[in-house]
Structures are given as structure tokens and as C-alpha cells.
């Protein structure tokens, strides 16, 4: 059973270019608890904490390097993102690595192979495995067709700061201060709507709306910088 279940991991490591013999710690990495309790082998778990690591180590660094605008606030929301459980439970599932999960009889009845946490902790222990068996460029291979074009395809945009750009401008200009004043607050509770307008020596510059005071403050800002640049 054993060399079959290394037969299919070759198989599987050929999709994305990789080539090796040094197989024994991929099965473990695809061991769960279950299947080692019962027949005596080891399991994926300590090699998944070390995965855990491996994958936000290269997922910041793809980030850093293909995201140059934002800023780090909006690199780790985006990087948390990418590599939480239903992630990487859905790469796993993406990527057939589910087919390979070793499971106890148990496990398997109960649907095992379905769990996110199962599904997630083997994806991150095979990457484990991948970087202390092949090194970073077998891990950068298996993630460039699975995590890496998630990445890609999600149409996000980094965070302007238009409160902070508009008072930069003004103080190269002015000492004088921006004010923010709220100008009403509508709604039910759950579901309400704030417009901000900001002024400069009570001179109104910009408005805006916005759900919270903070969205129709940048709103208002954002108003204000389109305006002074129009000038």
C-alpha cells in the first residue's frame, strides 16, 4: 500500500515540475493522527507547524514583491486572507492533495477528507516537507499554481489615506489647521450614514459620505484633494 501511496505522490509532485525519490517525509506529511495511531507511523503534525511558517514566509514575500503601494496594514490583512483555513483547505481541495491525506478507518467513515482542519494542516505539512526535502524552490513551484494565482485573481486595492495627503498639502502651504465637522447622522443603528465636511480657515474645502464618521472623514478629504488639484 505504502509504495503505491508514493507512486501517486510522484505523480502528483510531476504536475508541478518536481522530480524526487526523498519521499518518506511527504507520507508523513500526508499522515494524519488518525491513520498513524492505527498503524503505528508518524504524523503530519509537527511538520505542520513548520508549514505554517514556510507558507507565510513565501506568501509575505510574493505580497512585498507584487504589491508595492500598500502598506503593511493592507499586506497583512491581504496575506491573512491567503492563508487562513478555508484557504488553504480550498488549495488542498484545488490541488487534489485531498486524494492523498492518509486517514484512519474512523476518520475516513466520519468524512475526514472534507474537514477543513485536516484538509488545511496537510497542505501546510506537504509544504513543510517540500522545503526540507527539496528547499524553497520546490515550495515556490507548488504555490505558484495554487496559492500565488488566488492572489492574482482577487481585485483588491490598497488603502488611500486622503485625510493624511490633504493635510500634507495644506501644511506645504498653510499653517493653518483642517477642521472636520460632522453635518448630520441618519439611519437605524445597524445601517447608518454619516456626512463629513472639512474646512480650512472656515472655508469648506470637501464633503462627504460615508457608513462610519472615519469613511465620510477620507470621503471628504478625498473631495477637498480632487478639488485643490483641479485649481
Do not use: W
Not at 493624511?164 to 445601517?191: A, C, I, M, N, W
Not at 474645502?205 to 480632487?226: D, F, H, N, P, R
Amino acid at each position: 500500500m505504502m509504495d503505491s501511496h508514493k507512486k501517486k505522490i510522484q505523480r502528483f509532485l510531476k504536475g508541478f515540475d518536481i522530480a524526487t525519490d526523498r519521499l518518506d517525509l511527504l507520507v508523513q506529511a500526508l499522515t494524519h493522527t488518525s491513520y498513524a495511531n492505527e498503524n503505528k507511523v508518524d504524523h503530519y503534525e509537527r511538520l505542520e507547524f513548520l508549514g505554517d511558517a514556510v507558507l507565510q514566509l513565501y506568501v509575505s514575500e510574493y505580497l512585498f514583491d507584487n504589491y508595492p503601494d500598500f502598506p503593511e496594514g493592507e499586506l497583512t490583512k491581504l496575506r491573512a486572507k491567503h492563508v487562513c483555513e478555508a484557504a488553504t483547505a480550498d488549495y488542498a481541495i484545488s490541488s487534489k492533495l485531498d486524494e492523498l491525506i492518509l486517514l484512519g478507518k474512523g476518520e475516513e467513515t466520519m468524512g475526514g477528507r472534507a474537514r477543513p482542519a485536516i484538509l488545511s494542516d496537510s497542505f501546510e505539512a506537504f509544504l513543510a516537507a517540500l522545503f526540507l526535502t527539496i528547499g524553497a524552490d520546490g515550495v515556490k513551484k507548488v504555490l505558484e499554481k495554487t496559492v500565488f494565482p488566488h492572489i492574482m485573481s482577487d481585485e483588491v486595492k490598497p488603502f488611500t489615506d486622503h485625510k493624511s495627503k490633504l493635510q500634507e498639502l495644506v501644511q506645504s502651504e498653510s499653517r493653518e489647521t483642517l477642521v472636520y465637522r460632522l453635518d448630520f447622522e441618519e439611519g437605524p443603528p445597524h445601517d447608518r450614514t454619516f456626512k463629513m465636511s472639512v474646512f480650512l480657515d472656515e472655508i469648506k474645502l470637501g464633503e462627504g459620505i460615508g457608513k462610519s464618521k472615519k469613511e465620510a472623514t477620507q470621503e471628504a478629504a478625498k473631495a477637498a484633494l480632487s478639488l485643490m488639484v483641479r485649481k
